[in-house]
Nanobody, 120 residues
């Protein structure tokens, strides 16, 4: 009932930048939290950044000062601007959206993931 389309991943050298985008569509009444997670090979999926209409933004310590999460409510889109990238940022990045549907039920939806690779 909610579909997410991610874009913006790729290969970049250390110190470079990338911008991820995630567009939500479907039977959406309102969007609550929007977040980015990442999962490196052999590791668990971890929260990178979250933006809430009520609680503001929050970041993992490892990305504070380098990554910025933002959202465009009119376009149901969340962005992740990633600067000063490091090889340890290499992972599959997943968008997560918590939304209230037109039926007034609330669901969480994951994107398909986009690969970010940072070379040293």
């Amino acid at each position: 009932q909610v579909q997410l389309v991610e874009s913006g991943g790729g290969l970049v050298q250390a110190g470079g930048s990338l911008r991820l985008s995630c567009v939500a569509s479907g039977s959406i009444f309102s969007i609550n939290d929007m977040a980015w997670y990442r999962q490196a090979p052999g590791k668990q999926r971890d929260l990178v950044a979250i933006i809430s209409s009520i609680r503001g933004t929050n970041y993992a310590d490892s990305v504070k000062g380098r990554f910025t999460i933002s959202r465009d409510n009119a376009r149901n889109t969340v962005y992740l601007q990633m600067n000063s990238l490091k090889p340890e940022d290499t992972a599959v990045y997943y968008c997560y959206v918590s939304s209230t549907l037109t039926s007034r039920s609330t669901i969480g939806t994951w994107g398909q993931g986009t690969q970010v690779t940072v070379s040293s």
